[in-house]
C-alpha cells in the first residue's frame, strides 16, 4: 500500500468491522423475517427492506478496503457498477425509515382505518414503497448521466454516486431526517395518549423503532452535515472526498447494529432469533409483544386476517 494511503487505514479497519457485524446482524433480521410467519405485516416488511439496504451499503466497504490495502485504483464509473448495490443501500434507508413512520402513525392514530389498510396489505405496502422506489431511482438514474471513465479512484461509497448527484442525495437526506424527526415525534405524542394498559403493549413495538431511528438520525446528522461542508464549503476535491469519507463514521455504525437494538429492545424480534438458534424462549418475551394481543387491544388487525 502507497505511504499515501495510510492516514486512510484506520477508518478503513474501522469500516470493514461494521461491514462484517452488519453483513451478519442484517442477515439476521432478513432470516429471522422470511422464517417467521408472524413478521408479514407491512411494518415488517418495511423494517425488513431497511435492513436489507443497510446491508447493501455496508457490504461495500469489502471493495473500499480490497483496493485501498492493494493499492488498486478503478475508474469512478466503474466503481459505480461495482458498488451500484451500495448506492441503492444509503440512498433509499432513509426514504424507508420515513415509511415506517408513516406507517406507525395511521396505525396509532387512526386504528379502524389501518385496520382497512391491512386487509389490502399488498396495495397498502405497494403506496408506502412508492417514495423510496422513486426517490432512489431518480437519484440512480441522474447520477448514471455523470459517471466518469476517466478519473480513477480508490472505489468508496461517497465517491460511488457521481458527485453532482451526491450532493442532491445529501442535501435532500438533510430534508428528510427533518420530517423523520416531526413523525416520529408526533407518534410518539400518540401513544401518550392511548390508556395504559393500551401504551403499555404499544411501546414494546414503537420502541425498537424509535431508538433505530434516533441512532439513524444521529448518524445520518453526522454524514449530512460532513457531506454538506464537504461539497458546499471545501473547494479542494481531495479534502472533500476525505472529510466525506470520515462523515461517514456515525450512520455505518447504525446501519450495523439493527439487530442489537432489536434484540435488546424488542421482545417479539428478541424471541425470534433465539428460535433461529435454537435458544431457550423466556415467557414474558411472548407475552409482552404478541402481536395478536397487541393488534386485538388497539383493534388494527390481527396478522392473520392480512393478506398478500
Known sequence: MLESNWPL?????FYLLCAIVGVVGNGIMILVFLKESKFKLPVNYLITLNCLA??????????????????DKSSQAACFFMM????????????????????????????ITYRLLLSYGSVYLGIQLIFPITFTSAL????????????????????????????YFTYSSNIINVKIVIVYAYTYFVLR???????????????SIALTVIV??????????????????IEDRHTSEIISIHAGFGVNISCSINVI??????????SAIRRLFGMKIHSSDVSKSDPSVITKRISIVSPATVHF
Open 193 to 207: 395518549g392511548y390508556k395504559e394498559r393500551d401504551a403499555n403493549r404499544m411501546r414494546y413495538v414503537f420502541k
Open 261 to 270: 437494538v432489536f434484540y435488546a429492545i424488542n421482545s417479539e424480534y428478541r
Open 140 to 167: 440512480m438514474i441522474y447520477g448514471y448521466q455523470f459517471i466518469d471513465y476517466n478519473t480513477q479512484i480508490i472505489c468508496m461509497a461517497p465517491l460511488a454516486l457521481p458527485r453532482q448527484a451526491f450532493g
Open 54 to 71: 443497510d446491508l447493501f451499503h455496508v457490504s461495500g466497504h469489502f471493495v473500499f478496503n480490497y483496493q485501498l490495502f492493494n493499492d
Open 84 to 111: 451500484i448495490h451500495t448506492v441503492i443501500g444509503y440512498c433509499i434507508s432513509g426514504p424507508l425509515l420515513l415509511a415506517i413512520g408513516i406507517d406507525r402513525i395511521i396505525a396509532c392514530r387512526f386504528p
Open 216 to 233: 439513524v438520525l444521529i448518524g445520518w446528522t453526522t454524514v449530512t452535515i460532513g457531506n454538506t461542508i464537504a461539497l458546499g464549503v
Open 9 to 13: 487505514m484506520p477508518i478503513a479497519l
